[in-house]
């Protein structure tokens, strides 16, 4: 099969993430463990128990998320399940590049260290807030957003799948665009819980931060196509700016329906969306945007195992399918020779 690689995106982590991962692969340790050397505080505990409950506040989260999505990418590929194409929700797209090869796993989680401290400092002393939008199209509510822009800055953030759009900007313009948008026919509009209004202008501190951060990193050529939160579709040539999509992607909305449409759709063709999580979150997406494919979800070791089954089961059946079929063409050979 070809699978496509789906990586989780901030919101989806909860204490105990990769705790069974740790415990029952070598490789998973191996990568939780170098990328504890550039990080401040201890991932394990954070990860497992957050005693301190701070694993939902930005600058740690999107540590954590990535060491245990590279983690779970090492199982994976040590097992020989390994992506046609990957792309991820926000910081999931970090993991993402570092699968198809962009940066190692300690470099990917020290960056997006650095990315979580500067969208906090981003964020801090600004009353913002992001809302989803469910069952409302995109013209009605960039309408609703440019009626409430009177009270500060509010746009489309995310757009997730079909039917849910997500909203974000400074607190007021998001309330009056949210009840804009009901009177305009959404069916809920659900408050998120985040820490700062990610995708919008106001990240655009952020984005100068990492835009001189990324000047000392390398980025190497991606070896598999990646489908980019700000494009919604893969780059690639001479004219791929890794670094400037990232500056972009961190201050501009992200366009995931589009991406998991274009890794089904196009040039790809990818046969099954496995999503790396944490959570099911973009599960529900690539259900809702290309209903056809197959979609799971690896979170725990059991996830891991059923998914090399499924994998072993799929392979055999394609043989079985192929040699049923050069049997068949032989036959019909024979009966033409006759």
Excluded: W
Aim: contains cysteine.
């Amino acid at each position: 099969m070809t699978l496509g690689f789906l990586y989780a995106g901030q919101g989806s982590q909860h204490p105990g993430m990769g705790a069974d991962l740790y415990e029952a692969y070598p490789a998973f340790r191996a990568v939780f463990d170098a990328a504890q050397a550039d990080l401040d505080f201890d991932l394990k505990t954070t990860c497992f128990e957050d005693p301190d409950g701070v694993l939902n506040q930005t600058r740690y989260t999107q540590p954590c998320m990535v060491a245990f999505a590279a983690g779970l990418t090492a199982v994976l590929a040590e097992k020989g399940v390994v992506p046609s194409a990957a792309a991820g929700l926000s910081l999931g797209e970090y993991s993402a590049l570092h699968a198809a090869g962009v940066f190692d796993a300690a470099a990917a989680v020290k960056l997006v260290a650095f990315r979580g401290k500067v969208m906090e400092e981003a964020a801090a002393g600004r009353d913002s807030a992001m809302m989803a939008v469910l069952s409302l199209d995109e013209g009605p509510l960039k309408d609703a957003c440019e009626a409430a822009s009177d009270l500060g800055v509010v746009t489309i953030a995310n757009y997730n799948c079909p039917g849910q759009l997500v909203i974000g900007g400074d607190r007021a313009a998001v309330e009056k665009a949210a009840a804009l948008a009901k009177e305009k026919g959404a069916r809920r509009c659900l408050p998120l819980k985040v820490s700062g209004p990610f995708h919008t202008p106001l990240m655009a501190p952020a984005g100068l931060a990492l835009r001189e951060y990324f000047k000392n990193i390398v980025f190497r050529k991606p070896q598999i196509p990646v489908f980019f939160n700000c494009l919604g579709d893969a780059a690639a040539g001479p004219s791929l700016d890794i670094p400037q999509l990232l500056v972009r992607q961190v201050q501009s909305s992200v366009y995931m329906e589009q991406c998991i449409r274009n890794m089904a759709a196009g040039p790809v063709g990818v046969d099954a969306l496995v999503e790396i999580g944490p959570g099911k979150a973009l599960s529900g997406f690539a259900k809702k945007t290309v209903p056809n494919a197959a979609v799971c979800a690896v979170e725990t070791v059991a996830d891991v195992e059923a998914l090399q089954e499924t994998l072993t089961r799929e392979t055999a059946k394609k043989e079985e399918e192929k040699e049923a079929k050069t049997r068949s063409a032989i036959k019909r050979a024979q009966k033409e020779d006759a």
